[in-house]
């Protein structure tokens, strides 16, 4: 049972409980009982080419009403009446998905940043989300792990339509194991100055820049949220990924039982947009970089665009004659889109 040292109530209704960081649900999951904090990476840092990274980040919006003490970090309630304490099986991700992204693989990964764009797209139903996401991946195609984080708009934990920061992981393939932000024992966070889960409404057309990094002395992946280290996922919670990834993807998804059938869900991806390069009123994702076996960030050795609705949901990589390669995607679903089945 979590126990609060303070308890904020944000404007658009969120609570915000301020949780002794000893006591945070991770501690929960069974490879973590003797697990010891490490409050800091040894080895995440920040790009050298600081034109690829975002200004300053902004504030969440619960942070204008205070903040967590020392020794405490905050955790968003997922209800209005009670505590973040849902259990795994109703918060993971369903296999019915349909993805717009970019992609590399070839190397051992350990480590992966981009600049993502937010916006608010339209989710048809509660058994709907609509995500875009920064992931590394290793494993065998049904019981993959995976380490995520990008923003979403996910009815179903958030209990909104609004736009939420978000991490996620997994260990087979999105199936019985893991779950959003810290609904689940898994994900340690350090940072008292991040909500996971939290209202990001006020970036909308904004970018976020998303770090998630392998630290080679712990096997811990952790993720940095513009110019905040947030925590990590222990690499002991990985039977797989917490040796290397082998793919990192950078998009959209759509998470419906709908996709890939007819009718076809009206959940939008990106901003609703079809890939639009000209104007960047799509789905945006810029300054992909990659580590391979904890080297310095660098960008990708090949990037490969890849949909699987291409008439719902599309994908564009442009990398001609531009300094770096930007990646646009996104879609309307079937709504107002015949295209779409």
């Not at 600049?115 to 993959?144: A, C, H």
């Not at 995520?148 to 991490?167: I, R, S």
């Not at 076996?293 to 699987?308: A, C, G, M, R, T």
Request: charged letters at 15%.
């Amino acid at each position: 049972m979590l126990s609060y040292d303070a308890i904020l109530l944000v404007k658009n209704g969120d609570i915000i409980d301020c949780v002794d960081i000893y006591k945070q649900p991770a501690f929960e999951h069974p490879a973590l009982k003797n697990h010891i904090i490490q409050m800091k990476s040894n080895h995440l840092h920040p790009t050298t080419d600081q034109t690829r990274t975002s200004p300053k980040a902004p504030s969440q919006i619960w942070q204008q009403y205070g903040s967590c003490p020392n020794g405490t970090i905050p955790i968003r309630r997922t209800t209005i009446n009670h505590p973040t304490n849902i259990h795994p099986s109703k918060v993971i991700v369903t296999p019915h998905h349909s993805f717009s992204v970019v992609l590399t693989e070839g190397f051992s990964y350990s480590g992966a940043k981009a600049n993502i764009r937010v916006w608010k797209p339209y989710v048809e139903s509660g058994n709907d989300y609509s995500s875009s996401k920064v992931m590394l991946r290793n494993g065998p195609l049904q019981t993959f792990d995976t380490a995520e984080a990008g923003w979403a708009v996910n009815p179903k934990v958030y209990n909104d339509n609004n736009t939420h920061l978000f991490a996620y992981w997994t260990v087979d393939g999105m199936k019985n194991t893991g779950c959003f932000d810290l609904t689940c024992p898994g994900f340690v966070q350090t940072s008292s100055e991040v909500v996971l889960g939290g209202d990001i409404s006020d970036l909308y057309g904004s970018d976020i820049t998303i770090q998630i990094s392998k630290d080679p002395y712990t096997s811990n992946w952790f993720l940095r949220y513009n110019d905040n280290e947030v925590g990590y996922w222990p690499g002991e919670i990985f039977p797989i990924l917490r040796h290397q990834a082998n793919l990192v993807q950078w998009g959209g998804e759509v998470s419906s039982p709908n996709v890939g059938t007819h009718p076809h869900t009206a959940t939008a991806m990106g901003s609703g947009k079809f890939a639009d390069f000209i104007f960047g009123s799509s789905g945006t994702i810029k300054g992909m970089l990659v580590e391979e076996n904890s080297n310095p960030l660098k960008p990708p050795e090949n990037l490969y665009p890849s949909s699987d609705e291409w008439d719902c949901y599309d994908a564009y990589l442009l990398k001609e004659y531009v300094k770096e390669p930007s990646f646009f995607y996104g879609g309307p679903g079937s709504r107002n889109n015949p295209r779409c089945p």
